[in-house]
C-alpha cells in the first residue's frame, strides 16, 4: 500500500460535529485492502475478499459498492468502555446476533439467540466485533440473498480479507467513531 500515492496520517481530528461523508476505496495492487479516507486523513482498512462489488450477494465475500449511512454503534462493554461517537450505542449482550438467512423474516437484523440456538453471535472470542458499526445496506427495503451483516468492525492482526465488511484497527476505529454521526455518509467504491 506504499506506492498508492496517498499518504498516511493516522491522526484523525477530533471535531464537535461528525463528518459529512468518509469515503472507501480500493488500494492498487490488492483490491482486498484499501483506504478510508475521513476528515482529511487517511488510515488502511481490510475490504471483502471478493473487494468492492457493485451487485453485492448473500456469501459472496463482496464489500458492497454504495453510499450507506451509520446505523448505530454495537461495543462490547465487558471489553472496552463506551467510546465517544455521535451514533446512537448499544453494548452487545451474549445473547446478540445477526441474521444472514434469507429465508427468515429476521433477515439482515439483529436478533436474540438462546442458550445452544446457532447463528452470527456478536459475542466472538476474537476481538473483531469489539466496535461494530451497522451501516443502512440492504436495509430499507430489506431484499432476501442482498447481503447482510455489513458493518465497519476491527480488522485481523494480519489484516487479512473480511466477508465483506471494512475493518480497521481499534485506534482507527476509536479516532472514527469520534466523528461519525447517524448522517455521516460512507461512499464505498
Request: aromatic fraction near 6%; glycine fraction near 10%; include cysteine.
Amino acid at each position: 500500500m506504499e506506492n498508492s500515492g496517498i499518504s498516511i496520517a493516522y491522526p484523525i481530528n477530533l471535531r464537535d460535529r461528525p463528518l459529512s461523508a468518509i469515503w472507501v476505496r480500493a488500494a492498487a495492487g490488492d483490491p482486498r485492502r484499501g483506504w478510508l479516507l475521513a476528515g482529511g486523513q487517511a488510515v488502511p482498512v481490510a475490504l471483502g475478499r471478493s473487494s468492492i462489488i457493485a451487485n453485492k450477494r448473500e456469501g459472496d465475500g463482496g464489500t458492497p459498492k454504495g453510499i450507506f449511512r451509520p446505523r448505530q454503534l454495537w461495543w462490547r462493554a465487558d471489553r472496552h468502555p463506551k467510546p465517544r461517537t455521535f451514533l446512537p450505542s448499544r453494548a452487545i449482550r451474549p445473547e446478540d446476533a445477526w441474521c444472514e438467512d434469507p429465508h427468515s423474516r429476521h433477515y439482515n437484523r439483529p436478533l436474540r439467540l438462546g442458550r445452544g440456538d446457532e447463528g452470527d453471535r456478536l459475542t466472538r472470542d476474537d476481538h473483531l466485533y469489539d466496535f461494530i458499526v451497522e451501516i443502512d445496506h440492504n436495509t430499507s427495503p430489506r431484499i432476501a440473498g442482498l447481503g447482510s451483516a455489513v458493518f465497519l468492525h476491527l480488522a485481523r492482526d494480519n489484516f487479512g480479507p473480511t466477508a465483506g465488511c471494512v475493518s480497521m484497527t481499534k485506534p482507527a476505529m476509536l479516532r472514527l467513531l469520534q466523528q461519525l454521526g447517524p448522517q455521516t455518509r460512507i461512499v464505498i467504491g
